[in-house]
């Protein structure tokens, strides 16, 4: 039986460091005062979280704001809150505090339960005595002030805790050093016995029927003659375990008594013709109930529920593969996935506040961009279970990094007795806390964990060999990999042979450099890279005064440089576009070049499959609002440019073009090779793929069509080849089209120039008018495919037209009221003169948390009206007569 406290009356209040211990002075004997007064907190949640919502901090994502923030780190918080005894208390009553950041001291009724330290294992105490002498019990958590640890510029080799790294300081964020509790507190109420740990493994055996395991502990080993934990046994008490098929019919049941030789319970079921679990673009996600029940005789103990997917996971060398690397494809039901991967951040600085909305809907971007797996980073968190249950429920395979990364001064993971006892204990409870949901893939000791300058660790690491042991030991089904890039160098270069799995680069390499260097890459996995892009001038005005939402850099700007130091494009963008007319048109210049730059790395390692393993880009979001930064979304869950376009390289079907550079001046020959994949359901006479060359008004100056032969895998299906003539206008397109009998399956479009100089220049002075867009019918809710939970999903059909008399570029929709997160089916399309096209928009009502803004600080109160929608284009000059508004 479980109480939860996050919802109770929670107070917090600041110290100086020990002065809680002490209490009164010494000098004077009189009650030593703290430096706040006590202030409502909300649990899970954060300090700074509180301090700002009461009034002494200004909002730290302001301008320079939270560098006066910083004070906070070194103080010492207490929380406190008060409830009645729970009605029945059972044999044992246990506090769980699952997420204490970072060193706490416990008191209830203040009486000291004991001291704990480390943010990923769980603080549990016994107050059975406490709770039976008291019918109120005040709790009361002190955390000292947060530990000094290492940055991103520091020394791995130093690192000394088990607390997230990032919020020291990293490239997509500034120091706010999160403190407090970040995630459950409640008290659990044991019977006579009690379910402990779990472990449920799942398989496809060789005749196809699925096998469905299960481990559980009954609490207690300790066992005597005819006892359990000193409670006499007899075959009354029993654990029964009942499965269910994905629609709730029962399967099966399984009863074990529970005697004095067993303090486990372990089940085995088998599912004939069972519904198998596949990663999203591969097959459906059904879940099956399973449902374990401690009895004795007819009375409940305890009860457990998980949801179980069944499927056959596996790993093998890539194709061409050399022998010594190690598997980086990915197996799942027989069929071999291509890993279109993202990188996760944090969601926020202040990690307990993230909502379960806000992790809905970055699960739900995923989806929508065809992720089929997420790197959970390590210099981050071990996010909270909830995300887990979302990717299991969504088709998100999950590549779990320990809490462990590299730093800009030494890279070698710490093998210090003390922290890797600290290690060993959160990397167990994440172990067995998270083996149990489908989509968890593989294990990873950390992030660019070196033990010389590109040279990645092994697993003869001690420190890794350790971690390597606990995942053999917890959970053995699964691949563990020494750290990410796992080498045998870190860093993707053109020496042949040597690129198994590698990162980088994060920057767009310039012009033609960047298409040279990627589309040479013999790297067998890509497990870590970006390009960077601002954000939009929406979400700017949210962070930063009107004063700094302008045309700026890194260099001209401390404010900028606070929100994005790395992740300035201006110089870049220029070479493009020419100095920006103003900070719209910077924007959308920089979203431009990121997207195209990421599409080429995408598309590059794709038509490599199954040589190359997959891509996993650098990064799908950030937990602080960066003026740019190399996410796809950024901190309020607005899509980039890059997320569509990046959705666009992910696409189950899809067709690319294989190019070396964005030039080609008149009197040249442009020239590409074509590559398409038909996906699981290709013609038996295989697709057609149709290239044309077209001017901005439209205008076809090169067509040509190329028969893709039978079958699913990626394959080249033809080169191009014709002259740049006088008829070509200074910026040209090439559209590719993959049809089956007429049907357009997947459509691409690429953008080149005939002048050397400013080559995209061209497209600041198309026309803008001609663009209109209608709604088509009203909101209604989304439908079941998008199995969401704590989100209201509404969608939405638009009719864009292109009216005009040349194209318009880069077409998306934008929602106006602040109160809704959008996605779009397509965003960011090109319409040429006379063209139309019909795109749907999902909305959810915004629950962001945290230090959102203020429209998100509405404590779960319904936000009154609908979304309004307009569409968005390149070339629109921000007049407000060429905006058609849908309400």
């Known amino acids: 039986m479980k109480y939860d406290l996050k919802d109770l009356k929670w107070e917090l209040k600041g110290f100086y460091p020990y002065v809680p211990l002490l209490a009164n002075s010494v000098e004077t004997g009189e009650a030593m005062k703290g430096v706040t007064a006590w202030m409502p907190a909300v649990v899970p949640g954060g300090v700074q979280h509180d301090l700002y919502r009461a009034g002494y901090i200004q909002h730290p994502h302001r301008d320079l704001n939270s560098l006066s923030c910083e004070w906070v780190e070194h103080r010492w918080w207490m929380y406190r809150t008060s409830f009645p005894r729970p009605a029945y208390l059972g044999r044992k009553v246990e506090l769980v505090c699952k997420g204490l950041d970072y060193k706490a001291h416990v008191y209830l009724n203040n009486v000291p339960l004991g001291e704990h330290e480390g943010m990923f294992v769980p603080a549990v105490f016994d107050i059975t005595d406490i709770a039976l002498a008291h019918e109120t019990l005040e709790l009361r958590i002190l955390f000292e002030h947060a530990p000094l640890e290492q940055s991103q510029i520091g020394r791995t080799s130093l690192t000394h805790t ?18 407090g509790i970040w995630d459950d507190v409640y008290l659990r109420v044991h019977e006579e016995l009690s379910l402990g740990e779990a472990h449920i493994r799942t398989d496809v055996s060789e005749d196809g029927t699925g096998v469905v395991g299960l481990k559980m502990r009954v609490e207690g080993a300790v066992q005597e003659a005819d006892t359990l934990m000193g409670v006499a046994l007899s075959e009354d008490y029993a654990a029964e375990a009942v499965l269910t098929d994905p629609d709730g019919r029962e399967i099966g049941t399984q009863r074990i008594v529970i005697g004095p030789d067993r303090a486990e ?13 596949y990663p999203n673009g591969h097959g459906a996600q059904p879940l099956y109930g399973l449902e374990v029940r401690l009895l004795n005789g007819d009375a409940l103990l305890d009860a457990r529920a998980f949801k179980p997917g069944i499927r056959k996971l596996g790993y093998m060398l890539n194709e061409e593969s050399p022998a010594s690397a190690l598997p980086y494809t990915f197996v799942m039901n027989g069929e071999k996935v291509y890993v279109k991967g993202v990188n996760l951040t944090p969601l926020d600085m202040l990690y307990g506040t993230v909502t379960p909305e806000r992790y809905e809907w970055t699960v739900l971007l995923m989806k929508r961009a065809g992720v089929n797996m997420v790197r959970v980073w390590g210099g981050g968190v071990i996010e909270k279970n909830v995300f887990y249950e979302l990717c299991d429920r969504h088709g998100i395979l999950v590549w779990q990094e320990f809490v462990q990364s590299g730093s800009g001064m030494d890279s070698v993971p710490p093998e210090d007795p003390k922290y890797l006892a600290l290690l060993a204990d959160a990397a167990e409870a994440a172990i067995k806390d998270r083996r149990n949901y489908v989509s968890l893939t593989v294990w990873s000791g950390g992030n660019e964990l070196k033990e010389a300058p590109n040279r990645p660790c092994g697993y003869d690491n001690g420190n890794l060999a350790q971690l390597q042991a606990l995942v053999r030991a917890h959970d053995p089904d699964r691949m563990f990999l020494p750290t990410s890039a796992s080498g045998p160098q870190e860093m993707l270069s053109l020496d042949e042979g040597q690129n198994h799995d590698v990162h980088g680069g994060w920057k767009y390499r310039g012009h033609p450099e960047h298409y040279e260097f990627y589309g040479q890459s013999d790297s067998l996995f890509h497990s870590e890279f970006g390009v960077d892009g601002l954000c939009a001038v929406k979400s700017m005005r949210k962070f930063l005064s009107p004063a700094h939402v302008r045309v700026s850099d890194m260099d001209e700007s401390l404010v900028w440089r606070h929100h994005g130091d790395w992740w300035d494009t201006r110089e870049r963008d220029a070479w493009f576009f020419g100095e920006p007319a103003g900070i719209d048109a910077f924007i959308r210049g920089s979203q431009w070049i990121q997207a195209e ?86 013609s038996r006479d295989g697709d057609e793929a149709e290239v044309e060359a077209l001017t901005t008004a439209g205008r076809r100056l090169w067509h040509g069509r190329f028969r893709a032969e039978p079958g699913a895998a990626m394959q080249k299906v033809g080169a191009l080849a014709f002259e740049i003539t006088s008829d070509f206008t200074a910026l040209f397109v090439v559209r590719l089209r993959l049809l089956r009998e007429g049907r357009t399956l997947h459509e691409n479009v690429y953008y080149f120039s005939t002048q050397a100089e400013t080559c995209y220049r061209p497209a600041l002075g198309l026309g803008a008018h001609g663009f209109r867009f209608e709604a088509e019918g009203e909101w209604e809710e989304a439908g079941e495919e998008w199995k969401t939970e704590s989100l209201e999903l509404f969608k939405r059909t638009y009719l864009l037209a292109n009216e005009g008399d040349e194209a318009i570029l880069h077409a998306h929709a934008e929602e106006l009221t602040d109160r809704y997160w959008t996605m779009a089916d397509e965003g960011f399309v090109t319409l040429f003169p006379g063209e139309r096209k019909r795109v749907t928009v999902y909305c959810a009502n915004r629950r962001l948390g945290g230090l959102g803004t203020e429209a998100d600080e509405s404590d779960g109160e319904e936000r009154a009206g609908l979304p309004e929608i307009r569409f968005t284009h390149f070339n629109e000059q921000d007049s407000q007569e060429e905006r058609k508004i849908s309400k």
């Open 597 to 682: 730059g990421l599409r080429f790395i995408v598309e590059a390692n794709r038509r490599r499959q199954f040589r190359n393993s997959g891509s996993i880009v650098w990064q799908f979001n950030e937990p602080w609002p960066n003026v740019g930064c190399t996410s796809l979304t950024d901190y309020y869950g607005e899509s980039k440019m890059a997320y569509y376009w990046i959705g666009q390289a992910f696409a189950r079907v899809h067709v690319s073009l294989d190019y070396r550079r964005l030039i080609y001046p008149v009197g040249d020959t442009f020239q590409a090779e074509l590559f398409a994949e038909s996906g699981k359901s290709g």
């Open 265 to 277: 319970a372990d089940f085995s079921f088998r599912v004939e013709r069972p519904r198998l679990w």
């Open 162 to 179: 088990q607390k997230s790294r990032f919020g020291y300081k990293w490239d997509f964020s500034a120091r706010l050093v999160s403190l």
